[in-house]
């Protein structure tokens, strides 16, 4: 789930789920991924991590994930993405989505008709799909280079 929807779960308040969020807990399940992978033979960092991921929460593994790149101990899986900086580039575009998408919502209120709204939404999407396809072809072109 987004940051913003887990919150409001906490607090019992209700939250309307923008595209924003789905792209965001696409991310969070990509770390999840990563962290609970069992393709890897995994080290005892690797099951760590998967431990603080499971007990602490994710916006703790995050910056642990983000500083292992090379380290020696992990999987070979965590250790390419992390030094891949993937998801450090995703949640880069995450955060420039919410903020877009919070100061497209301000122009919009309570009186604009359901159309604004779905416009709203639709340009959020298609941000975001943009922004995730932005990343996935940067990445490949840097590892086609490695490769050759």
């Not at 790149?69 to 992990?74: D, L, V």
């Not at 949640?91 to 416009?119: G, K, T």
């Amino acid at each position: 789930m987004s940051r913003h929807s887990v919150m409001a779960l906490s607090r019992g308040r209700s939250y309307l789920q923008s595209p924003v969020d789905d792209i965001e807990s696409f991310f969070w399940v990509s770390l999840y991924g990563i962290v609970r992978n069992s393709t890897s033979p995994r080290s005892d960092l690797d099951n760590e991590l998967q431990d603080i991921f499971d007990k602490q929460g994710r916006d703790t593994t995050l910056p642990i994930f983000h500083d292992i790149r090379a380290k020696k101990g992990y999987c070979e899986l965590i250790r390419t993405l992390s030094a891949s900086a993937l998801l450090s580039a995703y949640d880069v575009v995450n955060h420039e989505l919410r903020a877009q998408w919070e100061d497209d919502i301000e122009v919009l209120d309570d009186s604009c008709d359901d159309r604004a709204w779905e416009l709203c939404c639709h340009a959020a999407a298609i941000r975001g799909l943009l922004g995730v396809l932005r990343i996935l072809v940067d990445f490949k072109a840097k590892h086609n280079k490695t490769a050759e």
